[in-house]
């Protein structure tokens, strides 16, 4: 049963912030946002380009966990009750369409991100959230009696709510989560997840632009490898292959301080198959030079130096390529070594991995197990999805049952 005379207050004016005070309001709780800098909604904002991915068209929960690299499983209770076909009607019903890309990704259809932020804003005000800027909370000091002390910077006077949900967000440094351990929440090393890789001896730096649809890009000697677009950037590679890698290896990338080699397969095909087809067309187009036309609908530039790699000189024809020189082509069309040194972040998306641990709340209801009526939900809790909309469907789901549970009597 909702209590109307319940007071929370909700800890951030992100995405996971108002998606909980709205919930909590609507069910008749009074809600102050406490946001520390002076304007809320700020990474929506600048979240996908301007265009806010706000969620992925992922119908099951079953496959939509299989996007957290921390999460992962343990979401499915919570994504069970909440999940995209929910966030969508609920956009729906605020009178947001959104729509499909290719790749799964759902944008609203204005392709603007100021229609969440308009939307939000608007759902919050009509429920009579209240929004206190410039307000950061340094302390949260639970009562005997129930409830929690909330302490401001710059205010001597503690301020009382029933309910408390943080929505603080992800942050890389270690000591933003200081004061949360102050309440003996178990806190995940926060590192940085969504980066592109540098290479600063990439021999196709050159090639900047290029891409090709279906790379597989693995580290050697370990099982770590993601497949999807490669982009050749002039610091290194980016695109999905990539930026996956870097979010289900974050941990392990942080631990080489950034340094591995990898291996390019331009073809994400098994070799095998390569040189199956690479036999085909040398026998197909004998009497033209290897070099003159991109090949496995490579970009011609890329090929032709892939051929030079391999030491195929300009006007060689396939009928005099021989066995050593195929298979060297071969060898750098699916093993192409680099060296990554250092990393970039991705500019339309970053995430933190790490945050406060699954362990300590409730995943149904995402309320914490030492304090009653403390609520944690979005990027705080260590819970990061790889791009496309799943780290904004985590907040939504976090944040919505949070709310909920929060306005709940008790
Ligand atoms: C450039 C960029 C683009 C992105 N694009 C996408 C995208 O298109 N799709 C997607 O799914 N994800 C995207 N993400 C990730 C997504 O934005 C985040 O996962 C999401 O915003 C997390 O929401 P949140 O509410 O948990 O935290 P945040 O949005 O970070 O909000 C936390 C808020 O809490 C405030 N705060 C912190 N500490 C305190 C305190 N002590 N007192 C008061 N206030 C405090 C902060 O100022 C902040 O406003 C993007 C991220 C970036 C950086």
Request: hydrophobic residues 40%; charged residues 20%; glycine residues 10%.
């Amino acid at each position: 049963m909702p209590d109307k005379n319940v007071k929370i207050a909700v800890i951030g004016g992100g995405a996971a912030g108002y998606f909980s005070a709205i919930e909590a309001a609507t069910r008749g709780a009074q809600v102050t946002i406490f946001e520390k800098s002076a304007k809320v909604l700020s990474k929506v904002k600048i979240s996908g380009g301007g265009r806010c991915n706000v969620t992925h068209a992922c119908e099951y929960p079953s496959q939509l966990v299989k996007n957290y690299p921390r999460g992962g499983t343990k979401l499915k209770a919570a994504f069970s009750q909440f999940s995209v076909s929910e966030t969508i009607a609920w956009f729906k019903n605020k009178g947001v369409a959104l729509k499909t890309e290719a790749d799964g990704r759902m944008f609203p259809t204005t392709d603007s991100s100021q229609t969440i932020i308009d939307t939000l804003a608007k759902a919050a005000q009509e429920g009579g959230v209240q929004v206190k800027l410039r307000t950061e909370v340094q302390r949260i000091t639970p009562e005997a009696k129930g409830g929690f002390q909330l302490q401001i910077k710059g205010d001597q006077t503690a301020h009382f709510f029933h309910k408390v949900i943080i929505c603080t967000g992800g942050n890389s440094k270690e000591k933003a989560y200081h004061w949360l351990q102050d309440l003996d929440l178990k806190v995940q090393r926060p590192i940085p997840s969504l980066f592109t890789f540098n290479v600063p001896d990439s021999d196709v730096k050159d090639l900047q632009g290029l891409s090709v649809p279906q790379a597989t890009v693995q580290v050697p000697g370990t099982a770590w490898r993601q497949s999807g677009p490669l982009l050749i950037t002039h610091w290194g590679f980016s695109a999905p292959a990539v930026i996956k890698l870097s979010a289900w290896q974050a941990i392990d990338f942080f631990e080489r301080s950034y340094q591995f080699p990898i291996l390019i397969n331009w073809l994400g095909k098994d070799e095998e198959t390569v040189r199956a087809q690479l036999i085909d067309i040398q026998q197909g187009e004998a009497k033209k030079q290897v070099s003159s036309k991109g090949q496995f609908g490579l970009p011609q530039r890329l090929w032709q130096r892939l051929c030079e790699k391999a030491g195929i000189p300009l006007a060689l024809r396939y009928a005099d390529l021989s066995k050593k020189q195929r298979n060297r082509l071969i060898e750098n069309l699916v093993r192409c070594p680099y060296s990554v040194n250092g990393k970039t972040t991705f500019k339309e998306e970053f995430v933190t991995c790490g945050g406060v641990d699954l362990s300590e709340v409730n995943l149904k209801t995402f309320e914490s197990k030492k304090w009653p009526g403390l609520f944690l939900a979005g990027e705080v809790l260590n819970v990061d999805g790889v791009t496309g909309g799943f780290n904004f469907q985590h907040a939504w789901t976090s944040g919505f049952l949070a709310g909920q549970a929060a306005a709940e009597a008790g």
